[in-house]
């Protein structure tokens, strides 16, 4: 059931050169400023991640845990200026690891739905997962609009809720689907389609990988909407644990601000998806 234990400790500080013009995404209104709470009777906060969610969470060569998440949960206990610790568990045993008092808040696996919110209480998002459409890179420039893919032929997974959202709203384009996305990926790199839409993240890790062989690049902007790609990843929490989850806000908002959200995102998606 447990898979690594890490205590999050500062890491040497080390120069970035991180890109301005890669879009990173923000959840925080910089306007509005929050209050730190009262956390004087916080001695530690155990967080929980999935052991085999790369690149949320995994465990890495030295049998720790590691990834977006887990730096993401770094960051968060400096800022708070409170010991931390990740255990890594299998999924399985993740939902009940704040029930069975393991942890006391989970990150980078729940994503926000009903169900989850009948178990636990969120933080504010830290990211969510829009969907995007890819295109080869030598194709000509098209507007990544219904009516510009109008008899276009677009890639998509079949019974996924991108192809429902494609035929809700680009009813125009010619839809071929496929039963793996990487059975997509690959029309789209013969040029058997024109355009693929996918998960935007999903398809980030694609095109910085090898497999892509360079072939194909993001196009027109990110689609959001939540109905259909849903409202993203948080920070569960036991329900009523208001000031924990004040204290996840409040170091979210304060990363974001500062930077460290930019980079710790682009450090693990060079290729951004929005």
């Known amino acids: 059931m447990l898979a690594g234990v890490a205590t999050l ?3 040497p500080a080390a120069a970035v050169d991180l890109p301005a013009e890669v879009s990173v995404p923000s959840f925080w209104d910089p ?5 730190k709470p009262d956390l004087s009777e916080m001695r530690a906060i155990r ?10 969470a995994f465990i890495g060569a030295d049998g720790l845990p590691t990834g977006f998440s887990v730096e993401l949960a770094r960051a968060i206990c400096l800022e708070l200026e409170i010991p931390c610790t990740v255990q890594a568990l299998r999924w399985n045993y993740l939902a009940g690891g704040i029930d069975a008092g393991l942890g006391d808040a ?3 696996s729940f994503a926000i739905s009903a169900d989850s919110r009948a ?3 969120f933080s504010n998002r830290f990211l969510t997962r829009p969907a995007h459409f ?3 890179r030598d194709a000509a420039e098209m507007e990544i609009l219904p009516e510009g893919l109008a008899g276009k032929r677009v890639g998509v997974q079949k ?3 991108h192809e429902a959202y494609l035929r809700a709203y680009f ?3 010619i839809l071929f689907t496929f039963d793996t996305e990487n059975e997509a990926r690959a029309a789209l790199k013969d040029g058997d389609i024109d355009a693929l839409f996918a998960d935007g993240l999903n398809s980030s890790i694609w095109l910085n990988g090898v497999t892509s062989e360079n072939c194909c690049r993001f196009a027109g902007g990110p689609f959001t909407e939540a109905r259909y790609f849903g409202e993203g990843l948080a920070i569960a929490v036991a329900p009523g644990n208001d000031k924990l989850r004040e204290a996840f806000d409040f170091a979210l908002a304060r990363i974001q601000q500062d930077g460290t959200y930019r980079e710790i995102f682009l450090r693990y998606f060079p290729v951004s998806f929005y």
């Open 134 to 136: 890819v295109v080869r």
């Open 9 to 11: 400790v500062p890491l």
């Open 47 to 56: 967080i929980l991640a999935e052991a085999e969610n790369p690149p949320f």
């Open 31 to 35: 306007a509005h400023r929050m209050e």
């Open 159 to 161: 019974g996924t809720a």
């Open 171 to 173: 009813p125009g384009s």
């Open 119 to 121: 178990r636990f209480d």
């Open 106 to 108: 989970v990150i980078g």
